[in-house]
């Protein structure tokens, strides 16, 4: 499964942002989805994840009420829509997949990664 993310880039403190991620290659009938983040010398983060209907999310503490994930499976792609961001939203922004049939939780773990993609906000 190879994960293409795309609309990072550098924005100024309270802008927004888009993101989107679509999975080619092998994938599977159905797959949750997420985004997480990695900031310079931070652990991986999760950001937001999204279930295969739809019907569950999951946001992190920090971006809830900015952020919201979303999803079109006729398109076979996902979104994280970023409003008034921050400079401590500064991060590699990663896609990542699970694959529904394995069993467990859409919150993860997830098995597939996208190349990431910068977002960085300015002060």
């Known amino acids: 499964v190879q994960l293409v993310e795309s609309g990072g880039g550098l924005v100024q403190a309270a802008d927004s942002l888009s993101l989107s991620c679509v999975p080619s290659?092998?994938?599977?009938?159905?797959?949750?989805m997420g985004w997480f983040r990695q900031a310079p010398g931070k652990e991986c983060e999760v950001v937001a994840v999204?279930?295969?209907?739809?019907?569950?999310?999951y946001y992190a503490e920090s971006v809830k009420g900015r952020f919201t994930i979303s999803r079109d499976n006729g398109k076979s792609t996902v979104y994280l829509q970023m409003n008034s961001l921050k400079p401590e939203d500064t991060a590699v922004y990663y896609c990542?997949?699970?694959?529904?049939?394995?069993?467990?939780?859409?919150?993860?773990?997830?098995?597939?990664w996208g190349q990431g993609t910068q977002v960085t906000v300015s002060s």
């Open positions: 999204i279930a295969w209907s739809g019907a569950s999310t």
């Open positions: 990542a997949v699970r694959d529904v049939d394995t069993g467990g939780a859409y919150t993860g773990p997830y098995d597939y």
């Open positions: 290659g092998r994938t599977f009938s159905r797959y949750d």
